[in-house]
């Protein structure tokens, strides 16, 4: 029992003076106030740089967020990590004020794989497909593809593109469901008529005994039922091809919506492709100081294809579909020792590795 009372008696103590410590903290940071406001890029690129200290100060000061001068209770950290976090040029922000009441921002800042500078984009990339616009005097060196390549995002869009294509799947679906909903009415009708039909199928005639009725009136009446049904089946038929013509119609427009979500996939597909294909490029120590442009365009069939602006000679690259890449540049590679080392750099205009084992060349005009 002595034993339990005095680790009692321990916790406490330690437990009091955890207390004391925190009041006393609290007083003592209560009547301080920041003194100053530092950003520290915890991750800052060696070729470059996409958000300055000042920069993070100035989207700070827009918001109206108060910092130097302000006590340091009444600082909103998480508005000043909101803030940004939203500019999407930064992949993390965590602010905080130290005892001596400086205000810290550390951002880690986001390391793009190429820029897309197509007609109506200006837009960096990262390795795992997140897109922001390019920041005014932007100083980072990396690839640039150009050409009328389509991406699968707007030109403002900045965020994870796979998010943006998951979106805009689901909007499809929901307007799928909402033409699902156009349907019911022709259901409706086509029951409706199903019934009508039925009701024409038991329609009878029976012959009038109880009035004295002869075969000439009989024969009469079963002639004008005759007619009367086979008018109401030809209206019945009229009216059910209008109902299948518009369930019809609304499929179509359902296989349209849905033929719209196959070239999201497939852009997001391409998208992919072309951030795989400069990965490539990048780790590679020859291409990546060879190629110097890389041009996409999105071909008749919907592929997308490349060509390349190569440091060497003033030849354009045919490389095509971003397929069997390591063997495309293998036997570029191979053609480039063989083949231009004998005939010059600049013997040729056109260098196309796009079928198979084969390397077409054009010559340049003379």
């Known amino acids: 029992m002595l034993r339990y009372a005095l680790f009692?008696?321990?916790?406490?103590?330690?437990g009091g003076y955890l207390l004391y410590a925190a009041a006393t903290a609290r007083r003592l940071r209560a009547g301080k106030v920041v003194q100053r406001l530092e950003v520290e890029a915890a991750d800052s690129s060696a070729q470059g740089h996409l958000v300055s200290a000042?920069?993070?100060?100035?989207?700070?000061a827009e918001q109206g967020i108060a910092t130097v001068g302000t006590a340091v209770d009444a600082v909103d950290l998480d508005a000043i990590e909101r803030t940004v976090l939203r500019s999407g040029f930064v992949e993390r922000a965590v602010a905080y004020v130290t005892y001596d009441g400086v205000l810290r921002v550390e951002i880690g800042r986001r390391d793009p794989l190429l820029r897309l500078a197509l007609d109506g984009y200006d837009a960096y990339a990262t390795e795992g497909g997140y897109v922001f616009p390019v920041p005014r005097a932007s100083a980072l060196y990396v690839p640039v593809v150009t050409g009328s390549y389509r991406p699968p995002f707007p030109a403002a869009y900045a965020g994870e593109v796979r998010a943006h294509i998951e979106a805009r799947k689901a909007e499809i679906e929901r307007r799928i469901a909402e033409l699902e909903a156009e349907k019911y009415p022709f259901y409706r009708r086509e029951r409706a008529n199903d019934r009508n039909l039925a009701e024409v199928r038991r329609m009878r005639i029976k012959r009038r005994w109880w009035r004295g009725e002869g075969s000439e009136e009989f024969d009469r009446r079963v002639e004008e039922l005759r007619a009367l049904k086979a008018a109401l089946r030809r209206r019945y038929r009229y009216?059910?091809?209008?109902?299948?013509?518009?369930?019809?119609?609304?499929?179509?427009r359902q296989e349209a919506q849905r033929r719209e979500q196959k070239k999201l996939d497939k852009s997001y597909e391409d998208f992919l492709k072309l951030l795989t294909f400069v990965k490539f490029v990048e780790e590679d120590d020859f291409w990546r100081s060879e190629v110097v442009q890389i041009i996409a365009q999105t071909t008749s069939s919907g592929a997308l294809e490349v060509d390349l602006v190569p440091r060497s000679g003033s030849c354009t690259i045919r490389f095509g579909r971003l397929e069997d890449t390591e063997r495309k540049f293998a036997k570029l590679m191979r053609f480039y020792r063989s083949g231009l080392t004998r005939v010059g750099w600049d013997a040729y205009r056109?260098?196309?590795?796009r079928f198979g084992d084969q390397v077409i060349c054009s010559k340049q005009e003379r």
């Open 54 to 60: 000042a920069r993070v100060r100035s989207w700070i």
């Open 8 to 14: 009692a008696l321990a916790w406490g103590a330690v």
């Open 239 to 252: 009216e059910a091809r209008l109902v299948e013509e518009g369930i019809e119609a609304v499929a179509q």
């Open 350 to 353: 056109t260098i196309d590795i």
